[in-house]
């Protein structure tokens, strides 16, 4: 099991950018793939980004591509969330998310049953 904790979420204006962390602790985070999700008021959760285990590969939802990029830092146990050009739109509560299975498995992870942990999420509000 790995536990994951979100930071860097707040209140930005529309066209403005914000990076999202989220550190991981329990298990080999170098071993498995990363993703971020979001979930706004009264929607269901939705994919956003996703990395491979050695961060050679990303994927993203068609919504951020082009605007929102996914890195990883497998010395600090560390993936982030790159948001540039943000629209109310992406008002949502953010969540970390890290692959049941390691490598290549599930990839790209994109979907919530794929997730093995999920982080506690933070708030991210565009106004506009």
């Known amino acids: 099991q790995v536990r994951l904790v979100e930071s860097g979420g707040g209140l930005v204006q529309a066209g403005g950018s914000l990076r999202l962390s989220c550190a991981a602790s329990?298990?080999?985070?170098?071993?498995?793939?990363m993703g971020w999700f979001r979930q706004a008021p009264e929607k269901e959760r939705e994919f956003v980004a996703a990395?491979?285990?050695?961060?050679?590969?990303?994927y993203y939802a068609d919504s951020v591509k082009g605007r929102f990029t996914i890195s990883r830092d497998n010395a600090k146990n560390t993936v982030y969330l790159q948001m540039n050009s943000l629209k109310p739109e992406d008002t949502a509560i953010y969540y970390c998310?890290?692959?049941?299975?390691?490598?290549?498995?599930?990839?790209?992870?994109?979907?919530?049953?794929?997730?093995?942990?999920w982080g506690q999420g933070t708030q991210v509000t565009v106004s506009s």
């Open positions: 329990g298990r080999t985070f170098s071993s498995y793939g």
């Open positions: 998310a890290a692959s049941k299975d390691p490598y290549g498995s599930n990839w790209p992870l994109r979907s919530s049953t794929a997730v093995g942990s």
């Open positions: 990395i491979s285990w050695s961060g050679g590969s990303t």
